[in-house]
């Protein structure tokens, strides 16, 4: 199968191993990934910080640069969610031709986990990755995609793994894009309980499917010293770690 | 509406809540409670789904057609004999119910809990006019002795914990034994001392409502400790502030939202009381009835495509107590009476999002979890109007040079080319090398004060792509691009709808000048222009269950229930006399203790044959204090319903006057097997068309310290229900 590969500009830039380890499984099932350079960013952060006009352009171009795929996987569950729930919001602000490009593309775009489980029908990728691993499961994914338990299915089907259940899961981990900026203190506290959340599994790693949400959990876990690692799904689905 | 004066930016608010670690626990201990207590009653209701889509349905409905709905509304309750008064904003409202109260020449008033008349500060109006304002809600008489401010919209003192609480009272309440505990239920016992007197000796009460519904013009509270009951039973006068957006069209929509707001607000199956009544009703109830509907921002929320959602809106707090903001920083933060994710939207729309720092602000005052949209029962999606009002303040400062619209601008300038956009990694990834070990400036160093920058990688990702042989390259993109950028035409909003506005005086409620007066065609005129093109006939699905499965014994159902909610229940065998009926009438009552006992005029005497004490028969004429000082009150009811444990009275033959099962402190109900349906809905049903209402699920109660459920406040103490196979 031929899957066009939405990397997102925050993985692309910082969190590249999320995007290599996408494209690792997928090569490993036997698929063919391929990279559209042109790709930049979805919008999500000019959308939800009130930057809806701005977004019209990047809309549009996200719209070209995937068009003719039949499968967009990706990554990030926020940005997936942005894609499919709201460059239909935006399109109808910039009008024109822009709807149809939309309502064309953004159904064949599909978070990582989605792919794996509802469109190749998977969910042991042949991961080897000995190690206590606990799972955040992001807002967007838990409540604007749906996710569901595939996230955890794969991580089951991880050989070594060992799945330890996180208090409070489904409280939000109080990333929020620019809340993080505009809401500092109350994001930290928020993150901060997250964070005592996740250490009191004794979990070595914390796996999500948004590198933005552990991006910040990861920035608390690090200045605490907590010793707990942050990583990608998709980074332990990759992994062939020897036992 | 008022935001609280002088409230910092929401930012600023929450920091000093989040340094309180006394108020960070109590609101966390008392949410999760209520959490808790919610998520099993919702997940008892199978059909949970369809009730929120009728939810949203019956108010859409009422909405989009709201200038005919009201019309009506107003046309319904003036021919029930009240008196419909209209208020364009809080100042009207303000001066109309000063002025109802000098009319009345009353100096004093009982007040039921209302976030209306805290949104337009009522008291402070009626204080201004020399007015006393009592708040006979428990929660709310917290907040008012304190001289406080609530911070929850269904437990406004859910900041306050039991020994707080405790001190407040022992300082302010004279009734207040110096040697009282911070026992809950010592406290409650503490309130309805405190209140009493003041409950029997109002002759003028304020309240708001729940529901108003058009078709009838009944007018619905719901409420537990009985207060309510109180308030708008005892007094001569009753004057209700209602929003506009309070109406719901039909009857029936009652079985819907009298199920939707008691699981989501207090996680109860019912409430313990649900008042309805109808204008005014010789010989029970307020002489005088006065409906102020107030618009007093609403209009221009309605006229917002997104943003008309929040009128949706019935007050329950289930969002406040899922948010994970809201249980940092706390209620006050919002720095208005609607807190937490539902007053994150209303707050700036009634307003306006420029109005003040707090309105500005609010919008970005969530991280967008979503965990609101999935507990609202009316399927408001908060997330959505939050982002939606962001763009809104983002509109009204654009022109208006500033860091962020600068970056902003200069991101989406970045993100339109790959170029640049390569170019910016790279600058992204050379900066965080150099700021690794430092913290970030200007706005950004909120990340940095707790949080570390992840470590910048070797490679972007594209970087490591162009490194792999190989690499299928897609360039169709460029093509499609070119032909999407040629068929760009202008921005296009909201299509032209087919007009299907009614206009003035449409075909419900005809233009009643009487009714309105100036101000009530100002409101409609507002709703009109409003409503523009969105006037819409919304069907509302009625998926949800009507009935109870054929299998389930309704009578054994009933018993269940209300013993849940701790009324005593007596089943006894039907013999036809009513001798087994009778005997345990007479046991319910000398095991109360009940040296007297009232009962309606038309009470069946055979029920009374085996009663010891003094009997006392209401034909009308008993006071006020002579019924304080009976033991109890027996009566009959209209209907029982089985899901939820409730009695439904409605005046009719057996059941006197409201005052009658209110004032004593006893009630022995007695209920026929017949009388029990399964469903809220039958019970809707059931008493379409009653003037007065009420429902009573087990004995009065509250919630209001710490979410800890004390049984017994102002309504009677004990609730014993005789059930006649």
């Given amino acids: 199968m031929r899957v066009g590969l939405f990397v997102t500009c925050l993985i692309d830039t910082l969190f590249p191993g999320a995007a290599r380890g996408v494209v690792r499984v997928l090569e490993r099932l036997g698929h063919e990934v391929v990279f559209p350079l042109a790709q930049t960013c979805c919008g999500q952060l000019h959308f939800n910080t009130g930057y809806q006009r701005e977004c019209v352009p990047l809309a549009r171009k996200f719209a070209a640069d995937f068009a003719g795929l039949d499968h967009v996987v990706s990554p990030s569950a926020s940005c997936v969610a942005m894609v499919r729930e709201f460059h239909p919001v935006v399109a109808a602000l910039g009008g024109g031709d822009l709807p149809r490009a939309v309502t064309a593309t953004v159904p064949r775009v599909r978070e990582f986990t989605e792919f794996l489980v509802d469109v190749l029908g998977v969910t042991d990728v042949g991961a080897v990755f000995p190690h206590r691993v606990t799972y955040h499961p992001t807002c967007h994914g838990l409540r604007l995609l749906g996710l569901g338990d595939r996230p955890t299915a794969l991580l089951r089907s991880v050989r070594g793994l060992t799945l330890l259940d996180l208090p409070d899961a489904e409280q939000c981990c109080g990333f929020g894009g620019t809340f993080a900026l505009k809401n500092a203190d109350t994001s930290v506290a928020m993150g901060a309980d997250k964070a005592r959340a996740v250490v009191a599994t004794g979990a070595e790693v914390l796996v999500a499917v948004d590198s933005s949400c552990l991006m910040h959990v990861g920035g608390l876990l690090s200045r605490q010293r907590s010793g707990v690692r942050v990583m990608h799904l998709a980074e332990v689905l990759a992994s062939e770690e020897a036992r | ?725």
């Fill in chain 2, 1 to 725: 509406m008022s935001v609280w004066m002088g409230m910092p930016a929401f930012p600023d608010a929450a920091r000093k809540a989040l340094a309180d670690s006394q108020l960070r626990a109590n609101l966390r201990a008392a949410t999760g409670t209520i959490r808790a207590k919610r998520a099993a009653v919702v997940a008892e209701r199978a059909d949970w789904p369809e009730l929120r889509a009728a939810g949203r349905a019956i108010k859409d409905r009422a909405l989009r057609d709201l200038d005919n709905h009201l019309s009506l509304l107003a046309e319904r309750v003036t021919a029930a004999g009240g008196v419909v008064h209209w208020a364009r904003d809080a100042a009207e409202a303000n001066r109309t119910v000063v002025g109802l109260v000098r009319a009345a020449g009353a100096a004093e008033v009982v007040k039921v809990k209302s976030m209306a008349t805290q949104e337009i500060e009522l008291n402070e109006a009626l204080a201004a006019a020399g007015i006393a304002a009592y708040e006979t809600d428990l929660a709310e008489l917290i907040v008012q002795l304190g001289h406080d401010r609530p911070s929850h919209i269904l437990v406004p003192a859910i900041h306050r914990n039991r020994t707080q609480i405790r001190d407040l009272f022992r300082r302010t309440m004279p009734e207040a034994p110096p040697d009282l505990t911070d026992d809950p239920e010592a406290l409650a016992a503490a309130a309805r001392e405190h209140l009493r007197r003041k409950f029997l000796a109002a002759r003028v009460a304020v309240s708001g409502a729940n529901f108003a519904v058009a078709e009838t013009g009944a007018l619905v509270v719901v409420e537990s400790e009985g207060n309510g009951r109180m308030c708008l039973t005892l007094p001569e006068v009753l004057i209700s502030v209602v929003g506009i957006e309070k109406v719901i069209p039909t009857w029936t929509d009652l079985e819907v939202m009298l199920q939707l707001l008691p699981r989501s607000s207090t996680g109860e199956r019912m409430n313990p009381y649900t008042s309805v009544w109808r204008g005014v009703r010789p010989g029970d109830g307020p002489r005088e009835f006065h409906l102020v509907l107030l618009d007093n921002g609403r209009t221009d929320a309605l006229a917002d495509e997104v943003g008309r959602d929040a009128l949706r809106c019935i007050r329950c707090s289930a969002c406040l107590n899922v948010c994970p903001v809201y249980e940092r920083a706390g209620g006050h933060a919002y720095g208005s009476v609607y807190p937490g994710p539902i007053g994150a939207i209303l707050t700036p729309q009634l307003r306006g999002v420029d109005a003040d720092p707090v309105s500005r602000t609010l919008p970005y005052a969530s991280t967008l979890c979503g965990a609101c949209y999935e507990v609202c029962p009316v399927l408001i999606d908060i997330p959505r109007s939050l982002v939606h009002l962001r763009a809104k303040v983002v509109d009204v400062h654009r022109g208006t040079p500033s860091a962020e619209r600068a970056a902003m601008t200069l991101a989406a300038k970045t993100f339109a080319s790959p170029r640049r956009f390569a170019l910016a990694q790279r600058l992204v990834r050379f900066g965080a090398r150099l700021l690794r070990r430092t913290r970030l400036p200007g706005p950004h160093s909120g990340w940095t004060d707790a949080r570390d920058i992840p470590p910048p990688p070797d490679h972007t990702f594209r970087e490591w792509w162009a490194t792999r042989t190989d690499t299928p390259v897609v360039d169709h993109a460029t093509r499609e691009r070119a032909r999407l950028d040629s068929g760009t035409g202008a921005p296009e909003r909201d299509g032209p709808r087919e007009d299907h506005a009614r206009g003035a005086g449409g075909e419900l409620g005809a233009g009643n000048d009487v009714v309105l007066g100036p101000g009530g065609a100002e409101v409609l005129a507002r709703v009109r222009s409003a409503l523009g093109s969105a006037r819409e006939d919304v069907e509302v699905p009625r998926e949800y269950a009507h009935a109870v499965e054929d299998d389930v014994d309704v009578v054994a159902l009933f018993a269940e229930r209300a013993a849940d909610y701790r009324a005593v229940v007596r089943r006894v065998a039907g013999d036809g006399g009513g001798t087994a009926a009778a005997a345990a009438v007479g046991q319910a009552l000398r095991e109360l203790g009940a040296a007297s006992v009232v009962v309606p005029d038309d009470l069946p005497a055979e029920l009374l044959s085996q009663v010891d004490g003094v009997v006392l028969r209401d034909r009308g004429d008993l006071t006020v204090d002579a019924l304080d000082r009976v033991d109890a009150v027996l009566t009959g009811c209209a209907v029982a319903v089985a899901e939820t444990g409730t009695i439904v009275l409605d005046a009719g033959t057996g059941q006197g006057r409201r005052a009658l099962s209110l004032v004593p402190d006893a009630h022995v109900c007695v209920v026929r097997a017949g009388q029990v349906v399964g469903t809220v809905p039958e019970a809707v049903a059931a008493t379409a068309g009653a003037d007065v209402l009420t429902w009573v699920s087990g004995p009065s109660a509250t919630s209001d310290i710490e979410l800890h459920r004390v049984e017994g406040v102002h309504g009677p103490r004990t609730l014993v229900i005789v059930l006649v196979d």
